[in-house]
């Protein structure tokens, strides 16, 4: 059975309270109950984690190369400024699919440019939490085609 990582970004933990009107009302917990269930009818296994810290989330992504056969990152506002997170990405040899909430493409200018993108497998943004369950998606058949 497949295991994915699903990390969460900076401020995710405050998703359903920061600006439903752009990131949606539903909260994490949510977010990962939804995933819980999509991953059940895939016949997947889901390891969630979020942290507000850079540190962590390169440490989350070193520890997934180990265990995991991929991870869907939403790095948050790191997107537009972590070389760190960039090159940790690229360091590991699993496919990363990296997720956004809203249209950082349609947001102010200084999110139209993402430094993990390039090191991604893909990228999915502005379908709120379907961005989540597209990438899993994605995730679940990559090794098909």
């Known amino acids: 059975m497949p295991v994915f ?3 969460h970004g900076p401020n995710i ?3 359903g309270k920061r600006e439903p009107e752009v990131y949606g009302k539903l909260t994490l917990e ?8 999509a991953a ?14 850079e540190g962590g989330l390169i440490d989350a992504l070193h520890e997934a190369q180990t265990w995991a056969d991929g ?3 939403n790095p948050g506002g ?5 070389v760190a997170l960039r090159d940790a990405v690229a360091a590991i040899h699993i496919p ?4 956004h909430l809203s249209n950082i493409s ?4 200084f999110r139209h440019t993402s430094l993990i993108a390039p090191v991604c497998q893909g990228s999915i943004a502005g379908f709120g939490w379907r961005s989540y369950w597209l990438a899993l998606q994605a995730l679940a058949t990559h090794n098909l085609d």
């Open 5 to 7: 990582l699903v990390l």
């Open 13 to 15: 933990n405050l998703l």
């Open 30 to 37: 949510e977010i990962n109950d939804c995933l819980e269930k």
């Open 40 to 53: 059940v009818e895939l016949n997947i296994q889901l390891k969630t984690f979020q942290s507000n810290s």
């Open 71 to 73: 991870v869907i990152f």
């Open 78 to 82: 790191y997107t537009h400024t972590s």
């Open 96 to 99: 990363v699919i990296e997720v």
């Open 106 to 109: 349609g947001r102010e200018e």
